[in-house]
């Protein structure tokens, strides 16, 4: 299958209700392992068992900044390649991005009382992550007042492609601002810095969160073609009358 | 030993951090499942009146 095949949103549609039942067995499978692994994982030396808020504290924040990434890309596909799809994945994707940012933000505070003294702090990291957060909901809010379907798409692909400029400030912000927030400890050069015992649980529950991700957003794309079928039928019977 | 005394004196904070995670996940696939029920809802009562896509009008006019 080529990619402009998936442009036929009813093959979404199928490849949709096929695939569903398998990532959430997936997911589901997938969190099962990570959980436990993750409830097993020691203590750190420094942050004792605070650390377990890393668990969903990292997964959440890389979904938050990937998918505002994955609705650049939609963006790209709505403005070069007029892909009806694309439209689809986009405004699909805004929620859900939105609900992981707010989960990092929250997990976040919840992690800096004990450690920093402190819910929130104006540092460079967690400023950039709530932007983040206020665009995703900006991106919503467009959505929903422009209610030409096919117009939306393009302004919140002009403004997606804009706030993607956010993106390299969230990641480097720790190394080109002094920052409360600790540098980059899993992506970095010269390898992670975290002990086995910790990485490989954090990787387990990123891979679970993924899978969590694809469904939700698998399925919200479902839902929006479906909403579009209904703007059709809305409009034939108005025609009508 | 108890949950609470093995997360440390912390537990609060780790526990209200996975709640917090759980809360927003939960409310997530709740949206999920209620807007596809709603908006099946509401095609299959649209359809009743009559009204079809063009589509699927072609596929029922297919010999």
Excluded at chain 1, 46 to 73: D, E, N, R, Y
Excluded at chain 1, 111 to 120: D, E
Excluded at chain 2, 1 to 9: C, D, E, Q
Excluded at chain 2, 34 to 40: A, E, I, Q, S, T
Aim: proline letters at 4%.
């Amino acid at each position: 299958m080529t990619l402009i095949n998936l442009a036929n949103p009813s093959r979404v549609l199928r490849l949709s209700t096929l695939s569903l039942p398998w990532l959430t067995a997936a997911t589901f499978l997938a969190f099962a392992v990570a959980g436990v692994q993750a409830w097993l994982a020691p203590d750190d030396y420094q942050q004792g068992a605070t650390v377990k808020i890393m668990f969903i504290h990292v997964p959440a924040a890389w979904l938050g900044v990937f998918c505002w990434v994955l609705m650049s890309v939609a963006a790209l596909g709505t403005l070069v390649w007029r892909h009806p799809v694309a439209d689809v994945a986009a405004k699909a994707a805004a929620p859900i991005g939105a609900a992981f940012t707010l989960m990092c933000l929250v997990t976040g505070a919840l992690w800096g009382r004990p450690m920093w003294g402190a819910y929130w702090v104006w540092d460079a990291r967690l400023t950039s992550v709530l932007v983040l957060f206020l665009m995703y909901l900006a991106v919503i809010a467009l959505w929903r007042t422009i209610e030409d379907p096919t117009r939306a798409a393009r302004a919140v692909a002009v403004f997606t492609l804009v706030g993607a400029l956010n993106i390299p400030i969230i990641k480097f912000s720790v190394d080109w601002w002094n920052t409360l927030h600790q540098g980059a400890s899993v992506l970095r050069l010269g390898g992670s810095s975290i002990h086995q015992s910790i990485l490989v649980p954090l990787l387990a529950m990123v891979v679970a969160f993924t899978l969590l991700f694809l469904t939700l957003h698998l399925a919200a794309m479902r839902n929006e073609i479906l909403r579009r079928r209904l703007r059709t039928m809305l409009m034939m019977q108005a025609a009508a009358t | 030993m108890t949950m609470t005394t093995s997360l440390g004196p912390y537990a609060a904070f780790i526990l209200a951090a996975y709640a917090a995670a759980a809360v927003i996940v939960a409310c997530l696939i709740a949206w999920v499942l209620l807007d596809r029920r709603h908006l099946l809802r509401q095609i299959a009562q649209i359809e009743a009146q009559g009204v079809t896509r063009r589509s699927e009008r072609a596929r029922e006019e297919r010999p």
